[in-house]
């Protein structure tokens, strides 16, 4: 990783200097050497501040939707997860790939439980890779915690997120961090009466995790950052996983955030689709 850490600062601090962007985003110490956080580089004698290594747990895509007219370019730091994620914004129109300069990074996996179930650790998209591509890891059942659900009674399943869903404070973090929330405002912000309550109770906060799944559920890239940063460790990719394996059964081998080409899943009307309800 110390390699990667080099070459990720020589070549952020080349970038700024030559003006080429704006400024990079990725990642810098905080409070120890085994805490990160996300870094916006805009001076080329700055550089120095970037780090790698298996601390840098925070994703750097979705501080793209911030500056979606950026002056010049901005350079990310992107592993799998985040390329994905990048791949989601071009193809949803959110931001324009020649605003944005990709500084690749293979990752083998930082502290976050989710990176046990990546099978992209390579970037799949980039102007250029810092470091040797890694071996990928497909030895996995993909849905192996959604399986583990589904054999509980429905009663079972019922008062498990019944539980979770009274645990959860509404602070939004899961919705803030993900990279396919991308509205300019969240309906759970507006105040239509028939939207979202503002009441505290698992009924609201039931309404609002459904709803979120919902929207993201075709689109998700599994990052699993919204899981990461619930402050009550809420199981939310176990929710959206239930949805992604829905989408395979349904359309055959479906992974969103592949390709900057593709349309979600449920974006796509074909007339050979699986039609249970005719």
Same mark, same amino acid.
């Given at each position: 990783m110390s390699d990667i850490q080099s070459a990720l600062r020589e070549r952020a601090r080349e970038l700024l200097e030559d003006g080429k962007v704006e400024y990079v985003i990725g990642w810098e110490s905080a409070?120890?050497?085994?805490? $990160? #956080? !996300?870094?916006?580089?805009?001076?080329?004698?700055?550089a120095g501040r970037l780090v790698w290594n298996r601390f840098c747990v925070n994703s750097t895509a979705k501080y793209l939707l911030h500056d979606r007219w950026? @002056?010049? @370019?901005? +350079? *990310?730091?992107?592993?799998?997860?985040? $390329?994905? +994620?990048?791949?989601?914004m071009l193809s949803d129109g959110q931001i324009k790939r020649e605003n944005v300069y990709i500084l690749g990074i293979p990752c083998e996996g930082v502290e976050n439980k989710i990176c046990q179930r990546c099978?992209?650790?390579? !970037?799949? *998209? /980039?102007?250029?890779?810092?470091?040797?591509? *890694?071996?990928?890891? $497909?030895?996995?059942? #993909?849905?192996a915690n959604v399986r583990e659900m589904q054999e509980m009674t429905l009663e079972q399943r019922r008062k498990m997120w019944e539980d979770e869903f009274t645990?959860?404070?509404?602070? /939004?973090? %899961?919705?803030?961090?993900?990279?396919? %929330?991308?509205?300019?405002?969240? /309906?759970a912000d507006q105040y239509r009466t028939g939207w979202q309550g503002k009441q505290f109770n698992s009924v609201e906060n039931r309404v609002y995790g459904l709803t979120r799944a919902y929207h993201v559920g075709d689109r998700c890239i599994e990052c699993g950052e919204c899981e990461r940063v619930c402050p009550m460790d809420l199981p939310i990719m176990l929710q959206t996983g239930k949805m992604l394996m829905q989408c395979n059964e349904l359309f055959g081998d479906y992974e969103c955030g592949l390709s900057a080409d593709e349309i979600p899943a449920l974006g796509t009307y074909n007339l050979n689709d699986a039609d249970s309800f005719g």
């Open positions: 409070r120890g050497e085994d805490k $990160t #956080r !996300p870094a916006f580089i805009r001076k080329a004698e700055d950026p @002056k010049g @370019k901005i +350079a *990310v730091c992107a592993r799998g997860c985040d $390329t994905r +994620a990048i791949n989601r099978a992209h650790r390579n !970037p799949l *998209v /980039y102007d250029e890779l810092l470091g040797e591509s *890694v071996e990928e890891k $497909t030895d996995f059942d #993909r849905f645990k959860c404070i509404r602070c /939004y973090a %899961c919705r803030n961090v993900c990279p396919a %929330c991308s509205c300019r405002e969240c /309906y």
